[in-house]
């Protein structure tokens, strides 16, 4: 039977213990990318190290979504916009057949770079169920946001802004400057706005 005195060192031992793990276990709130490989349909290989130093937007997406097929405008736009500031889009579909992309990207050609899922490990990876689905990696590799679903072209701007990318863009840009390094919650639809 414990007496209220060893219930009490119990306790207090135990709140220590995990003030300690706290402060040794705390994080930057970054995650490592795990590691990848990635073949584009015209042949560029891409790995975490070949990626070392360039911000990455992987766009997990499928011929049959609706809302990926809303949102390629802007990705290809932000990928076009920002590849001198070492962004890199890679857009892996999920799924489909190399044959069913190819015809679908002749009707819908995209700027940026289309990974099928048979030349990457990329979509287990992150779980790719729903699309879209965007997963930055930041100049060291480091996970620094991710988004499930559409969320527009203003939460795509947003989540770049999280490694870096379009904080310091001009002012007519629709994007809302993130101070670098600072993480803000996912977006959320509320009455029928992002927030």
Request: net charge neutral.
């Amino acid at each position: 039977m414990m007496t209220k005195n060893s219930f009490a060192r119990l306790t207090l031992f135990s709140v220590l213990l995990l003030g300690v793990l706290a402060a040794f276990g705390a994080t930057n709130g970054k995650e490592p990318a795990p590691r990848f490989h990635a073949k584009t349909m015209d042949g560029q290989n891409f790995t975490n190290e070949s990626t070392k130093g360039k911000v990455v937007l992987f766009e997990f997406w499928t011929t049959w979504c609706p809302y990926c097929v809303g949102e390629a405008p802007f990705v290809d736009q932000v990928s076009q916009e920002f590849k001198d500031k070492g962004l890199i889009v890679l857009a892996v579909n999920v799924g489909e057949s190399k044959k069913t992309v190819k015809k679908y990207l002749e009707g819908h050609p995209r700027a940026c770079s289309i990974v099928l899922m048979e030349d990457t490990n990329l979509a287990a990876m992150y779980a790719a169920t729903v699309y879209p689905i965007y997963v930055l990696v930041d100049r060291d590799g480091n996970v620094v946001g991710t988004q499930r679903g559409a969320a527009g072209e203003r939460a795509l701007r947003r989540l770049l802004t999280r490694a870096g990318i379009g904080a310091d863009s001009d002012e007519s840009s629709s994007a809302t400057p993130v101070e670098q390094g600072e993480m803000r919650e996912p977006l959320k639809q509320v009455d029928g706005n992002l927030r």
